[in-house]
Antibody
C-alpha cells in the first residue's frame, strides 16, 4: 500500500520561502513521478511541477524561477520550495505520485497561508 | 498554455440521474486527458485516464470519452457518494492544466 505523507511550515510572511516535503511509503514501480499541485481556498487546481525518480523535472513557467523540486532517493522524499511568496500563494499544496501523468497516490494536503 | 474549459460549473441532480460534464481543450490534445473527483476537504482522486480508461477500483457508472478538443464525462446513475467536484486535466503539453471544475450536488 503506497502512502504519501507531507509536511512543512503552514504560516509564512510575504517574501519568505515555502518549503514542503512529501515522503513515500510502500513500493512504487520504477519510473514513478511526483507532482506538486496547489489549490487556493475555494478555487480550482493548479499544477506546479513534477519530478521522477531519476531526477528529471518539469516546471510550470508561471512560477518562473521561484520554484524548485527535488528528490532524495535514499529517503524517498520529494521536496518543493517556492521563494518570495505573496498572499497569492496561499493555498492547499498537494503532492501526488504514480506513473507519468497518472497520479494515483496523494498526500493529505498542506495548507500554507501567507500573511504579514 | 492549453486552456481547459469545463461546463457546467455546477449542477444539481437526483439519485439515479444521468450526469454529463463536458471539457473542451483550446487545442488538439489527442486523448491525453484525466478526470478527477474531489470530495470536500479531501485530495483529488484519479478516476479516468487517457480520456476513457477507468482506473482500477472505480465504479463502472463513471465513464469518459472524446478525443481532440471535446471530451465528455458521464455518471450513468448518480449516487449520494458522488457528490463532489470533478476536474479534467490535459497532459498533452506542459504546463499541465486543469479545467475549472464542475460541482455536482444532490437535489
Amino acid at each position: 500500500q503506497v502512502q504519501l505523507q507531507q509536511w512543512g511550515a503552514g504560516l509564512l510572511k510575504p517574501s519568505e520561502t515555502l518549503s514542503l516535503t512529501c515522503a513515500v511509503s510502500g513500493q512504487l514501480s520504477s519510473g514513478y513521478y511526483c507532482s506538486w499541485i496547489r489549490q487556493p481556498p475555494g478555487k480550482g487546481l493548479e499544477w506546479i511541477a513534477e519530478i521522477n525518480d531519476s531526477g528529471s523535472s518539469n516546471y510550470n513557467p508561471s512560477f518562473k524561477s521561484r520554484v524548485t523540486i527535488s528528490f532524495d532517493t535514499s529517503k524517498k522524499h520529494f521536496s518543493l520550495t517556492l521563494s518570495s511568496v505573496t498572499a497569492a500563494d496561499t493555498a492547499i499544496y498537494y503532492c501526488a505520485g504514480g506513473g507519468i501523468f497518472r497520479p494515483l497516490y496523494w498526500g493529505q494536503g498542506s495548507l500554507v497561508a501567507v500573511s504579514s | 498554455d492549453i486552456q481547459m474549459t469545463q461546463s457546467p460549473s455546477s449542477l444539481s441532480a437526483s439519485v439515479g440521474d444521468r450526469v454529463t460534464i463536458t471539457c473542451q481543450a483550446s487545442q488538439d490534445i489527442k486523448d491525453y486527458l484525466n478526470w478527477y473527483q474531489q470530495k470536500p476537504g479531501k485530495a483529488p482522486k484519479l478516476l479516468i485516464y487517457d480520456a476513457s480508461s477507468l482506473e482500477v477500483g472505480v465504479p463502472p457508472r463513471f465513464s469518459g470519452n472524446g478525443s481532440g478538443t471535446d471530451f465528455i464525462f458521464t455518471i450513468t446513475s448518480l449516487q449520494p457518494e458522488d457528490v463532489a467536484t470533478y476536474y479534467c486535466q490535459q497532459y498533452d503539453d506542459y504546463p499541465l492544466t486543469f479545467g475549472g471544475g464542475t460541482k455536482v450536488e444532490m437535489k
